[in-house]
């Protein structure tokens, strides 16, 4: 699923590690910084001085543009800060990815991304206001949950979520760890990987294996 070998970049050394496919594993780092950057070089965004990169056992870095699309297609990320579009409605950020890789209509999703908005305990009693807002002024907590909500709507086989947890309270953070592994379920196969500089925010996941950098 995930396979780095001899990575090295300005911030790691011969990083090598295999995440198997189906499995859930933490990834634990020295800081937000190193997730971002390791993020960066499994989604191909980053590449490394030296080492390959392989997900879904193709080598992210001999891909052409479309390749790695259809690899994108497969892979959900869910940042620390939402990673919504802050120049877009909540509505438009959350329906984007599927019109912009798949062609459906939003209203095709809507009844989807309504339930899933319910399975992340969401308000929905002011779901319509909400969904016509800019997400700028979202608590973070909110705003991670529309970005887990997005990513689940295009059905992942990977899906990374990258420091979610940190800042929440405990009954916050209980609720989303239950529904990461509520979703990790539904598909067989489905590969979920936790990556946060802050352990203690993920011990409340059953691991497969973990690394710590």
Same mark, same amino acid.
């Given at each position: ?9 300005? &911030? ?54 479309e390749e790695l ?18 120049n877009l409605k ?9 019109w912009y890789h ?10 989807? #991304? ?5 399975? #992340?305990? +969401? ?7 909400? +969904? ?19 990513? #689940?709507? +295009? ?52 691991? &497969? ?5």
């Open positions: 699923m995930i396979r780095l070998e001899n990575i090295t970049t300005e &911030d790691f050394n011969d990083l090598s590690f295999r995440i198997q496919e189906g499995s859930v594993h933490k990834i634990i780092t020295n800081s937000d910084y190193e997730n971002k950057r390791l993020l960066n070089v499994i989604l191909g965004l980053e590449r490394p001085e030296h080492g390959r990169v392989f997900l879904f056992d193709k080598e992210v870095y001999s891909l052409s543009e699309n259809r690899i994108f297609v497969r892979t959900g990320t869910v940042l620390k800060d939402g990673g919504l579009i802050s909540v509505w438009e950020n959350i329906v984007l990815p599927v798949s062609g459906k209509k939003p209203t095709d999703v809507e009844e989807k #991304a309504v339930q899933r908005l319910r399975d #992340a305990g +969401m308000d929905i009693s002011h779901l319509e206001e909400m +969904m016509g807002e800019l997400p700028g002024p979202l608590p973070v907590h909110e705003k991670r949950l529309l970005g887990f909500v997005r990513s #689940a709507l +295009m059905d992942p086989d990977l899906m990374i979520y990258d420091s979610v947890f940190e800042g929440l309270s405990p009954e916050m953070s209980e609720r989303f760890i239950k529904l990461t592994e509520k979703f990790h379920s539904e598909k067989t196969g489905r590969t979920s990987v936790y990556i946060t500089p802050d352990e203690q925010s993920v011990k409340g996941i059953k691991e &497969d294996g973990i690394l710590r950098l």
